[in-house]
């Protein structure tokens, strides 16, 4: 039983060799197969990429070509474009140089007549020269002056004229100027009042009201704003009620009603009790007030300057000046002091004291009526005179107190005067009056600095400068120089308002005795 065994598995061992080698001669073939496949797979692939490679090589040289044929086409075409610009170019050069040619022919045709014209000159100025010699010489003969002389006479009527001529000249551009300056003037004075008026106005033309305690604004405006209605329509004056605290603004132009609105209110406010009817019967008191006071002060007025027999109209007028302010001074106070200065004016020259008085209180009597009338203060002043039959001698006093029409009577220059002298005096509209010496001094300084002057004098509170001057040394023409140089040293030297005139006085006096 063992041999059995040991028959199989050596017939198992025999079969196992057996099938190993058979098997490994199989696998043998196959990839002997394999290889003779990839070997013909792998000359195929080389033939089609050295077929692929000779394909692509013509395509980039074909592909090459036409590009080189390409950029010498360009290069052809850029290369004819520039020898036509070149050609272009030398047919204008060309053209240049002949036209060249021709001017550079005609300007030597030009210097050789120029030079023939100079030539013929030289000999014509040469007989000229000749020629003046000559007469020159018979001039000084018949003359008796040598050329020296002559030229030396000549230059001095020359000089005298043309002095004359500047003069002349001068003035007429000073007139022109004049003009033109006018208009400036109005045009800056225009600008200024409308950027700096409201300053101003609200100075003048404004009244503030205290109040007790801030409730009161409301009592004073009233249900639905019945009460300040009835104020500002019986007393034709705003009422400003704004974040003031305890103030109230009244805004009006006539001063009259803005005292009646103001005294009203101070009234009501005192009183407690404000309602339309209590508004209307305080209104009604205070205009009565007013009226009583401005009547009791045109009366003062009268008393004061002596001046009787005013019509009541007048004396109520006068009385509503004391209301009038006119740069910081009042304007009744103003009447007043003229009229007491005319007085003075004219019992010094022998004139009529009473009429002298009686015109300088009425001078700015139309300044009472500006805000209810339309017009000057001049030409209501007039219309106001006439309509209460005041002396003609007195409307013209009126009328020529400021200088609008050429004063015709003592009287008008003796108001006009008196006028001057108390708006202008030192410390009548706030000008500091050792400021205001200092200005005299100054000016008659300046004035006195220039040779040929024989007195000045700074008249007028320094708006005028009057100057005599030598006659013998300052002639007419040269009183238009002076003045021009004596201005100018002002205007750098010195701080005013407003203009100076300047007067130059020049007079030749002979004086003889008989024996």
């Known amino acids: 039983m063992i041999f059995d065994v040991i028959k199989i598995v050596a017939g198992l061992i025999v079969g196992l060799v057996a099938g190993g080698f058979i098997g490994i001669i199989f696998r043998k073939r196959i990839a002997e197969s394999e290889i003779g496949s990839a ?73 050789e007549n120029i030079n023939k014209k100079a030539a013929e000159l030289t000999v014509l100025e040469g007989e000229a020269h000749k020629k003046i010699e000559k007469q020159n010489q018979i001039l000084q003969e018949i003359s008796g002056f040598t050329q020296e002389q002559a030229k030396q006479m000549i230059m001095e009527k020359l000089e005298v004229e043309l002095r004359h001529e500047s003069a002349m000249k001068i003035l007429e551009y000073e007139q022109r100027f004049k003009e033109d300056a006018d208009k400036k003037a109005k045009n800056i004075l225009s600008l200024a ?44 004056v705003d009422l400003i009620i704004d974040d003031t605290p305890e103030a109230i603004t009244l805004s009006s132009f006539d001063p009259v009603r803005r005292e009646v609105a103001r005294l009203t209110l101070e009234k009501l406010i005192f009183d407690g009790r404000i309602h339309p009817a209590r508004i209307e019967e305080m209104v009604a008191k205070s205009k009565r007030e007013v009226d009583n006071v401005i009547k009791s002060e045109g009366e003062r007025a009268t008393f004061e300057t002596g001046v009787h027999g005013v019509n009541p109209e007048l004396i109520k007028l006068l009385g509503r000046l004391k209301y009038r302010t006119s740069y910081g001074q009042n304007v009744l106070a103003h009447s007043i002091e003229v009229a007491q200065l005319s007085g003075l004016i004219a019992a010094e020259l022998g004139a009529d004291v009473n009429m002298a008085k009686r015109a300088g209180l009425l001078h ?152």
């Open 39 to 111: 070997e013909t797979e792998a000359k195929r692939i080389l033939s089609e990429a050295v077929k692929t490679a000779e394909t692509r090589k013509k395509e980039s040289l074909l592909e090459a070509k036409e590009e080189i044929i390409k950029i010498k086409n360009e290069a052809d075409r850029e290369l004819k474009e520039r020898r036509g610009e070149i050609t272009k170019l030398e047919r204008r050069i060309a053209q240049k140089e002949e036209s060249l040619e021709k001017k550079i022919e005609a300007l030597d045709k030009k210097d």
């Open 193 to 236: 009042i409308q950027r700096y008026a409201s300053d101003y106005v609200s100075e003048a033309t404004v009244s503030v009201v205290p109040l007790p305690n801030d409730e009161m604004k409301g009592r004073i405006i009233g249900r639905e704003g019945r009460n300040i209605r009835t104020i500002e329509t019986l007393t034709g």
């Open 364 to 515: 700015d009597i139309g300044k009472a009526m500006t805000h209810e009338i339309e017009g000057s203060h001049i030409q209501i002043g007039i219309d106001i005179a006439k309509k209460y039959k005041e002396n003609k001698d007195i409307i013209h006093a009126v009328e020529a107190h400021h200088g609008d029409v050429e004063p015709q009577t003592v009287l008008a220059i003796i108001v006009q005067a008196a006028d001057a002298i108390s708006g202008a005096r030192p410390g009548a509209r706030r000008e500091n009056l050792e400021s205001y010496i200092k200005r005299l001094e100054k000016l008659e300084e300046i004035a006195n600095s220039f040779n040929g002057i024989e007195k000045s004098y700074a008249i007028q509170a320094g708006r005028e400068v009057r100057i005599i001057v030598s006659p013998e040394e300052i002639n007419d023409d040269n009183m238009v120089f002076l003045a021009r140089d004596i201005v100018k040293k002002i205007e750098d030297e010195l701080e005013y308002p407003g203009q100076i005139k300047i007067l130059l006085v020049r007079e030749s006096r002979i004086i003889d005795y008989a024996r």
